[in-house]
T-cell receptor, first 115, second 112 residues
Framework: SAVISQKPSRDICQRGTSLTIQCQVD?????MFWYRQQPGQSLTLIAT?????????ESGFVIDKFPISRPNLTFSTLTVSNMSPEDSSIYLC????????????FGPGTRLTVL | GENVEQHPSTLSVQEGDSAVIKCTYS??????FPWYKQELGKRPQLIID?????GEKKDQRIAVTLNKTAKHFSLHITETQPEDSAVYFC???????????FGTGTRLTIIP
């Protein structure tokens, strides 16, 4: 599997501000994804980060709130904009290695608390 | 879209006994079914997966079975150990689509 890192690992932010989360992979990957995991809950896909084009967002998530960049095949960012306490969650990136059947591997996550 | 149901939500078993977690999926075009283990404060880790052309797969103490007709798949852990305590998530992926749809998770507790 690939080595996946995320920055920051955690942050405490004030409402109304924005936070950008970085995801770095040690090898080129075709697919990168961003998930949200609220406390005690399952993983919910926010969007697929496409290299060289706009991200593909899932129902309930919009670009204005969660802008995503994917400048190359090893890096992506997710911004959580105009934050409210409801955005407090763990945000995880994952990568699809396309080794055989599209296994996905997760980064360590970013724990966000919004006051 | 795909919907994945997972049961039970919590499961406690005596150390050494077996644990079984079941998932059902709605999209008959789904063909890839991974299982993830998430320990407290850690990232989800892929522990085993199965493709739709296979009925069963084993890896030491863990196994996954798939029933395509009934659209359900199960995780079996034998000879459970305290380190098996974690939250387990099943997921499904539709052929030609990279996205995973996750189940709601099962909190497994192994009682020493």
């Amino acid at each position: 599997s690939a080595v996946i890192s995320q920055k920051p690992s955690r942050d405490i932010c004030q409402r109304g501000t924005s936070l950008t989360i970085q995801c770095q992979v040690d090898s080129q990957v075709t697919m990168m994804f961003w998930y949200r995991q609220q406390p005690g809950q399952s993983l919910t896909l926010i969007a697929t980060a496409n290299q060289g084009s706009e991200a593909t967002y899932e129902s309930g998530f919009v670009i204005d709130k969660f802008p995503i960049s994917r400048p190359n095949l090893t890096f992506s960012t997710l911004t959580v904009s105009n934050m409210s306490p409801e955005d407090s969650s763990i945000y995880l990136c994952s990568v699809g290695l396309r080794r055989s059947y599209n296994e996905q591997f997760f980064g360590p996550g970013t724990r966000l608390t919004v006051l | 879209g795909e919907n994945v149901e997972q049961h039970p939500s919590t499961l406690s078993v005596q150390e050494g006994d077996s644990a079984v977690i079941k998932c059902t999926y709605s999209d008959s075009a789904s063909n890839y079914f991974p299982w993830y283990k998430q320990e407290l404060g850690k990232r989800p880790q892929l522990i085993i997966d199965i493709r739709s052309n296979v009925g069963e797969k084993k890896d030491q103490r863990i196994a996954v079975t798939l029933n395509k007709t009934a659209k359900h798949f199960s995780l079996h852990i034998t000879e459970t150990q305290p380190e098996d305590s974690a939250v387990y998530f099943c997921a499904a992926q539709r052929f030609g689509n990279e996205k995973l749809t996750f189940g709601t998770g099962t909190r497994l507790t192994i009682i020493p």
